[in-house]
C-alpha cells in the first residue's frame, strides 16, 4: 500500500465508486502524487494529530475525465491537480466537520477552505486546498439556491 503521508494511502485518495460504475482510470501522474503529498502533510496530517481521532476522505484525487462525470464539480477543480481533499468526521465520529474547519481556518496554511452546505453550526464536509507556494488563504460556503450551488465569501 502506497502511503502519502503518516496517515493517508494512495488508495483512499483515489477511492472513487463513481470511477468504478463509469470504467474511469483515475490513477494520478507522479506530478498529481507529489501535490498529493503536500495536501496530505501539510493539512490532513495536521488535523490527524491535533484532534488525534481517526477522520474520514470522502473525496480526494479525480482525474480529469472523473472529474467531468461528477456532477457539480468544476472544471477548475483542484481535485484533478491532486491540490484538493474532501475532510468529512462524519466517517468515523468523534469530532464535527466543524471543528475541522475553524481549526484550518485558525492554524493551517491553505489555498482554499470550503464549508460545503450543511446548517450554520456543521458543514456536511471540509473541503480543503494546498498550493505549495500560492496559498491565498480563501475561505468560502457553498450553499445552494435555486438548484444551483453558490460560493459565497466567508
Known sequence: MEKLSKYVS???VIRSDNAKRLGI?????DEHKDNLKLVC??????????F???????????????????????????????????IDADIFG?????????????NLEFNQLIWEFGN????????VSY?????KKQILKAVKRNGKVIYEIW
Open 25 to 29: 482510470d483515475n490513477t494520478p501522474t
Open 52 to 86: 488525534n481521532k481517526p477522520i474520514g476522505i470522502s473525496s480526494g484525487y479525480r482525474s480529469k475525465a472523473l472529474n467531468n462525470a461528477t456532477p457539480g464539480a468544476s472544471n477548475k477543480s483542484h481535485h484533478s491537480t491532486g491540490n484538493a481533499l474532501d
Open 10 to 12: 494512495l488508495s483512499e
Open 120 to 127: 450554520t453550526s456543521n458543514p456536511d464536509w471540509v473541503h
Open 41 to 50: 502533510s501539510e493539512v490532513f496530517d495536521n488535523v490527524r494529530e491535533h
Open 94 to 106: 468523534g469530532i464535527t466537520n466543524s471543528e475541522i474547519f475553524n481549526y484550518i481556518k485558525d
Open 131 to 135: 498550493v505549495k507556494g500560492n496559498n
